[in-house]
């Protein structure tokens, strides 16, 4: 549970700014009283005659893994609080910032959620808290982390996640969530598959191990693997950081110059002997088998040979150098996003049998639902 006042003050200032929605659907006064309130008090269970939030909220971070509608008919929540601070062992603040010679082998860092990610990343780089350095370069905020359990190169941001803290619109309270609630999965967590979620991240809890450990076995990274083996070379996280910043300007584009979400479809998993099957007709298959004994198909390479990579469909297309990634240069709406994401996903079908998942969330026209299948 937070009860930093800092934080609370910046969440109800938060939340009285963004009460305003972005068309015409005006809140009623007693809500936006209730909302501010009880942020400007304790975290005690609230009882209220006011209305409680039927609402449906979108909350945005960085808004760099999402399909927006034209228009919105539900109030926005843009989270923008910010601040890192360092942990002792007890999970308490340190307002010095001095890393403390305590016996715990993790830097504990708590980081609010509306951070940039990338700036976070080279900040704990540039302080000697290591791990995310394979994560560089992921837009959004570090908010939106965990909702799709952001990943790269061969780490997923689970892996350094002690505990999540959530505001619950509906119970106004404040609530720390472990790891474990949190319920990751590959480009999943409970904030994804929440159909409609009243929980708001304020802040990520982060455990990054003291001892550094580089995950370098991705294929991108294989010239610093090669380096690491060798016992009269040495590599630091600092390598790590550049080189995945490198293969990223190279291959992904840049959301600020070609519009885009990243990966438009998550790589589907399949049964092991689904994966055989389709490697004995298509030997190029792209696959990983994993420890459950599922094998992941990269979806790059199902559309790539769908013959999409490269390939328009009216205002939107496919990536030229990476087909997972759908661009969107002209100005492409909703509908016209959907219309190419429905013909990839039917050639992937009729091809190889396969259903792609979608992996941005979509904030539907004229719903209060979200769409992420
Ligand atoms: N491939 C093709 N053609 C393509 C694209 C890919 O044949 O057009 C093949 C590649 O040759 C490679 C394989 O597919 O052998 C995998 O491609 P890549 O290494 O680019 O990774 P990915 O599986 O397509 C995932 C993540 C990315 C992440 C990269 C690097 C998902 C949905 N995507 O992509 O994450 O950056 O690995 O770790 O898991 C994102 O989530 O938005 C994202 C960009």
């Known amino acids: 549970m937070l009860s930093d006042l800092g934080q609370l003050q910046g969440l109800s200032t938060l939340l009285k700014k963004c009460q305003k929605p972005v068309h015409d659907n005006e809140p009623t006064k007693s809500t936006q009283d209730n909302l501010t309130n009880q942020a400007n008090e304790t975290n005690q269970p609230h009882q209220t005659n006011q209305p409680s939030l039927q609402t449906h909220w979108n909350i945005l971070g960085g808004g760099s893994n999402l399909v927006l509608p034209k228009v919105l008919h539900q109030p926005v929540l843009h989270i923008q609080l910010k601040g890192i601070h360092l942990l002792d062992d007890q999970g308490l603040q340190n307002d010095q910032s001095v890393i403390k010679a305590d016996k715990s082998t993790f830097y504990r860092i708590r980081v609010a959620a509306g951070e940039n990610w990338h700036d976070w990343v080279t900040f704990a780089l540039n302080k000697g808290w290591y791990g995310l350095e394979n994560l560089a370069l992921i837009p959004g905020s570090v908010g939106a982390a965990p909702v799709q359990n952001i990943g790269a190169y061969g780490v997923e941001v689970a892996q350094f996640i002690e505990s999540v803290d959530v505001w619950n619109i509906e119970t106004e309270q404040l609530l720390t969530l472990s790891a474990q609630d949190c319920d990751f999965a590959y480009r999943n967590s409970r904030f994804k598959r929440a159909h409609y979620s009243n929980e708001i991240i304020v802040a990520v809890n982060f455990a990054l191990p003291k001892a550094w450990q580089p995950v370098l076995t991705y294929q991108d990274l294989k010239p610093l693997a090669q380096r690491y083996l060798n016992p009269s070379e040495s590599i630091t996280p600092h390598d790590v950081y550049q080189l995945v910043c490198e293969v990223r300007q190279r291959k992904l584009p840049n959301p600020a110059l070609i519009p885009n979400a990243g990966s438009f479809f998550q790589n589907p998993v399949v049964p092991h002997e689904q994966a055989q099957a389709l490697?004995?007709?298509?030997?190029?298959?792209?696959?990983?088998?994993?420890?459950?004994?599922?094998?992941?198909?990269?979806?790059?390479?199902?559309?790539?040979?769908?013959?999409?990579?490269?390939?328009?469909?009216?205002?939107?297309?496919?990536?030229?150098?990476?087909?997972?990634?759908?661009?969107?240069?002209?100005?492409?709406?909703?509908?016209?996003?959907?219309?190419?994401?429905?013909?990839?996903?039917?050639?992937?079908?009729?091809?190889?049998?396969?259903?792609?998942?979608?992996?941005?969330?979509?904030?539907?026209?004229?719903?209060?639902?979200?769409h992420t299948a």
């Open 279 to 370: 490697k004995a007709q298509h030997p190029n298959l792209v696959c990983y088998p994993q420890a459950d004994g599922t094998t992941k198909l990269a979806a790059g390479w199902l559309i790539d040979t769908c013959g999409w990579k490269g390939k328009r469909l009216g205002s939107v297309g496919m990536h030229a150098n990476q087909a997972l990634v759908l661009v969107n240069p002209d100005g492409g709406h909703y509908d016209d996003v959907m219309t190419l994401a429905d013909a990839v996903r039917h050639d992937v079908q009729t091809l190889f049998g396969v259903a792609l998942q979608i992996e941005p969330i979509c904030w539907m026209p004229d719903s209060s639902t979200h």
